[in-house]
């Protein structure tokens, strides 16, 4: 984030949160707040409402905590920013395809047509495209939200509802590290990645 050019960075912190405090306050380059839910979880939409509140109405990035990616000819986040239409989008998310996906074995997430918009799988038995857990949104949907608690699904199927959900193709490997067990398999894809002769 930093090298994309983000300023200040909002955590969630519940599990170990004393651990994460201690390890992000530690970082000069960012300006870092604390979204502390020790006691109550929110939900993924609902602690991202906590956690933007008081920001600027401008976009902002929305990352998960257990995916990640190494970028490839193109910094992802640069390319979202860069991507980012107002006038058409409610929120851009970054996919993965199937093959730049380590520790990933679903269906898939959604289809991506043309133009970059997005819709569900649905009953599909396969999509070609994994939500890689970055997001690009304006704080303002989730602040007008009603909810306390509720799942980014639901701004997800609302911005669907109206066409304005749409798709960000990540360049480069992206790995879903979920649990304890996937840290061996992500670290060496990356270090295989590492040594994959750089693109002309």
């Known amino acids: 984030m930093a090298a994309a050019g983000v300023s200040h960075v ?62 490839g000819e193109r910094q992802n986040l640069a390319a979202m920013a860069g991507m980012w239409d107002d006038a058409a989008m409610d929120m851009l998310i970054l996919l993965a395809r199937h093959e730049d996906a380590v520790g990933f074995d679903g269906k898939g997430d959604f289809h991506r047509d043309a133009d970059g918009r997005l819709t569900r799988r649905g009953d599909a038995d396969h999509t070609d495209f994994v939500y890689a857990g970055a997001i690009l949104a304006n704080p303002s949907l989730f602040t007008a939200e009603p909810a306390k608690v509720f799942s980014l699904n639901k701004l997800f199927d609302a911005a669907i509802a109206e066409g304005r959900l749409f798709g960000c193709v990540l360049d480069g490997l992206w790995l879903h590290v979920g649990t304890p067990d996937a840290i061996a398999e992500a670290e060496a894809a990356m270090d295989e990645f590492d040594r994959l002769p750089a693109k002309s």
Not at 44 to 59: E, H, L, Y
């Open 10 to 71: 909002a955590v969630n912190v519940h599990y170990l949160a004393q651990q994460i405090e201690d390890h992000v306050l530690d970082r000069s380059d960012l300006a870092i707040s604390i979204s502390n839910e020790r006691a109550e979880l929110l939900d993924s939409g609902g602690g991202v409402k906590q956690a933007v509140a008081g920001f600027p109405d401008a976009p902002c990035f929305i990352l998960n905590a257990d995916s990640f990616w190494c970028d």
